[in-house]
């Protein structure tokens, strides 16, 4: 890693020296890695800051806690289990894993455990976690790829605009435009019709990295206009008044363009770049437990008379370069050696400025193994300076060489005209003429359930769907949006409906289809449909609440009037329908909370609404119309027979008091019964006669069942 240089005219040969007990705990004190000891009990012993920072706590909070309050309730006894076989059988204990902050966000962490000894000759755990929260998203997202065309374009949450062979602008999509918007841009400037090439003219009040982004953009962008090029991809920085951000910008000639057509994609890469700030801004240095860190940390000092050594390398170095830590401090020319010659002269001239400019070194360069593997490696380190005039460079090693095969993966994706979408949360998929499915993308392979091989050749009208409608009817395959679109030639947009998906049950989508010609012939079509099963789930959830009675858990006055008025317009429509309306009172039900107080009433309320569901049908309805006094509503009931079932139900609250801890409380109900006829205009005809027969029984002496029918 370090070669001679100039300026240096002797080397020293340093063995790595061991830390002691205070440098230990220094490290630990300030690794960027997370790092806990559990007890043989499953109790944090310590925890070091990045880890509790990691976790959203105080360190203070996290001692003595149980390790389990840091995974989703349902799998503590499974990973409790899994701690104490590793301490007591020595398995193995590491990977990735799925983790929630003290904020109900869920991590991805990369984990390590090793044992050691503890007193009474119980062992302890020792634990290193890595936030890998953001690898895995940008894993995730380099995976979705397909093919799209410009009309999925304002689904794209990348900032895009397409530009002519002078730079002028054709074409942005919404996030374009909404970015603008935010940043106090005049659109005459930056959307269609302006000049690209002026927008990235470096402003006045710009300096530093961003005037050195913006003129090497400005030089990369005009020979891509001029066809000296095919394509970029760079990162900037652009920073707000109140927001560091970052962006990596791909441009690209669209193959095959006639007029030339240029593509420009801005994708936010801010979390990504922060977290990697976090890192460079982390110093520390590791002893042999970070084995298992990836990569490698080091320490490398520079002294005023101009010698090189390396005082430390973490065990990661040996999985890395194949050396071990002994063989990397002990030959300063040793990593030096493994840089393959293409990339040394860079790799050293890096090292050059940084060292003359006393600024972090990062670089990335790649080596080749003993063994003859070739690793792409990223090298971060900072100076400091130490005593006597030396300078003691702390850093990390890593290997990136899946980061660098991704990248390679995404700008061959480019030449294809597919960068613009790939990272489209959104299901698409094409469908021929037929309606049958030719092709999808990896977000509705994920969504449906099915692989690309499994959702080939299946059609809109494939009874494996069993698709329903918004209000739970049958979705026929031949009215759904793909196919209406076939048909009719038009768009369709904005359908909801749900499916069948393997693994999950029923999902519900927000379908948008598409038809696509060629040469005035209807060719295929394709559907964008988003995921939106919670957003569905919870409408509902709350429907159902703003209808239920919170304490008796039967519907409240508002789910009651709801139902009735769909009642009065099916006996409006059917006048030899028949439906009867109960209303129903506790008597004397302020005795009660005198009585036995409030707790006990409340129990008294929900132990009557349970006899009433176990004495009505499935299609009854029973309501807690206000305080003590319920309503039920018996759909295709006649009037004799809801006298008969209100004698049914006021004889059996007679017979089952309330059971409140040793005592019974017994109640009584009087109960008044209507119909709803053609002849009502509104509810409250019937409401009014409902409450009328209950007066009468009330008043004829209550525990009493009494009847008001409408006039002939």
Wanted: net charge negative.
């Amino acid at each position: 890693m370090v070669e001679d240089m100039g300026s240096v005219d002797q080397v020293a040969i340093v063995p790595a020296v061991a830390g002691s007990s205070a440098l230990l705990d220094q490290v630990i004190a300030h690794s960027p890695i997370g790092i806990a000891v559990i007890d043989s009990e499953g109790l944090y012993v310590d925890v070091n800051p990045a880890y509790a920072t990691l976790y959203g706590y105080a360190r203070q909070e996290m001692l003595g806690q149980p390790f389990t309050m840091v995974f989703p309730p349902e799998q503590h006894a499974r990973v409790l289990a899994g701690h104490q076989a590793f301490l007591q059988e020595g398995t193995a204990l590491k990977g990735e894993f799925d983790v929630l902050r003290r904020d109900g966000r869920l991590l991805t962490i990369l984990a390590e455990s090793t044992r050691l000894p503890g007193a009474q000759g119980r062992p302890l755990r020792l634990v290193y976690v890595l936030d890998i929260t953001d690898r895995r998203r940008v894993e995730l997202a380099l995976q979705a790829s397909g093919r799209f065309l410009n009309s999925v374009l304002d689904a794209l949450t990348a900032h895009v605009c397409v530009l002519d062979e002078q730079g002028t602008i054709l074409a942005v999509n919404q996030a374009w435009r909404d970015f603008a918007t935010a940043n106090g841009a005049v659109a005459s400037q930056v959307h269609e019709g302006a000049s690209y090439t002026a927008v990235c003219q470096s402003p006045a009040d710009a300096h530093g990295p961003a005037v050195e982004a913006l003129t090497a953009f400005g030089v990369l962008l005009a020979e891509v206009l001029a066809g000296q090029r095919q394509h970029f991809q760079m990162e900037y920085p652009c920073h707000s008044a109140d927001e560091q951000r970052w962006f990596v910008a791909r441009v690209a000639r669209i193959p095959g363009s006639d007029p030339v057509r240029v593509v420009v994609a801005h994708d936010n890469v801010s979390p990504l770049i922060l977290a990697q700030e976090t890192l460079r801004r982390s110093e520390a240095e590791l002893q042999d437990m970070a084995a298992s860190i990836p990569g490698a940390m080091f320490r490398l000092r520079h002294s005023a008379q101009a010698f090189w050594q390396f005082t430390y390398f973490s065990p990661g170095i040996e999985a890395l370069f194949e050396l071990t830590p002994e063989q990397a401090c002990d030959d300063i020319h040793a990593l030096g050696q493994c840089i393959l010659p293409a990339d040394k002269p860079a790799h050293d001239a890096s090292l050059q400025r940084a060292v003359a400019q006393h600024l972090p070194w990062e670089h990335e360069y790649r080596i080749q193994t003993r063994s003859g593997r070739v690793k792409w490696v990223h090298v971060l380190a900072k100076p400091k300076h130490g005593e006597g005039g030396d300078t003691v460079w702390t850093g990390m090693l890593a290997d990136v060489s899946q980061r660098k095969q991704m990248e390679a993966v995404l700008k061959a994706s480019e030449d294809k005209y597919r960068t613009l979408f790939e990272t489209v949360p959104q299901g698409v998929v094409y469908q021929d003429a037929q309606g049958r499915i030719t092709s999808a993308n990896p977000a509705a392979q994920r969504i449906l359930g099915l692989t690309i091989e499994q959702l080939q050749g299946l059609a809109s009208i494939d009874a494996r769907w069993q698709a329903l409608r918004e209000d739970g009817s049958d979705f026929p395959g031949d009215q759904q949006p793909a196919m209406v679109a076939l048909r009719t030639g038009v768009p369709v947009k904005d359908v909801l409906m749900s499916v069948i998906v393997p693994g999950r049950g029923r999902a519900w989508l927000l379908v948008n289809a598409t038809p696509l010609f060629r040469n005035g012939e209807l060719q295929q079509v394709y559907a964008l449909f988003e995921d939106i099963t919670e957003r569905v789930l919870m409408s509902r959830e709350l429907h159902h609440q703003a209808r239920t009675d919170f304490l008796t858990g039967v519907a409240n006055r508002r789910g009651l009037m709801d139902r009735m008025q769909i009642e009065l317009d099916r006996v409006l429509r059917h006048p030899d329908v028949r439906c009867s309306v109960m209303s129903v009172d506790l008597d004397h039900f302020k005795q009660v909370n005198d009585t036995w107080g409030h707790a006990a009433g409340d129990a008294v309320l929900r132990h009557v609404a349970r006899l009433m569901q176990q004495t009505t049908r499935h299609n009854d309805l029973v309501a807690r119309s206000g305080g003590e006094e319920f309503a039920l509503l018996l759909p295709d009931t006649g009037a004799e027979e809801a006298q008969v079932l209100g004698e049914r139900l006021r004889e059996l609250v007679a017979q089952n008091p309330t059971q409140q801890g040793s005592e019974q409380i017994a109640v009584t109900v009087s109960v008044g019964i209507s119909v709803i006829a053609p002849a009502d205009v509104n509810l409250d005809a019937v409401l009014a006669r409902a409450d009328q027969a209950l007066y009468e029984a009330k008043h004829g002496g209550r525990d009493a069942v009494r009847a008001v029918l409408p006039q002939a």
